[in-house]
């Protein structure tokens, strides 16, 4: 993605309940909308994956050069 910074950070995890919003996400996700960016947050068997896409350079407030 041109422009953009994509992060993804994988884990393994042993619950195996509803993936619930804690701090952690909601950290995530207002980076990322500061950064006119999205994150997403899956898992799959015993694996956690959060992702976020940022455009750096675009923070609410800041100019873009």
């Known amino acids: 993605l041109p422009g ?4 993804v950070v ?3 995890t042993s619950d195996a ?3 619930a919003e804690g701090i952690g996400q909601r950290s995530v996700r207002a980076v990322a909308q500061k950064y006119t960016g999205y994150a997403t947050f899956t898992r799959v068997g015993g694996e956690y994956e959060a992702a976020a ?3 750096l350079g675009t ?3 800041q100019a873009r050069a």
């Not at 953009?4 to 992060?7: G, M």
């Open 59 to 61: 923070a609410q407030g």
């Open 10 to 12: 994988d884990n393994s």
């Open 17 to 19: 309940g509803p993936l």
């Open 53 to 55: 896409v940022l455009q």
């Open 4 to 7: 953009r910074t994509v992060l």
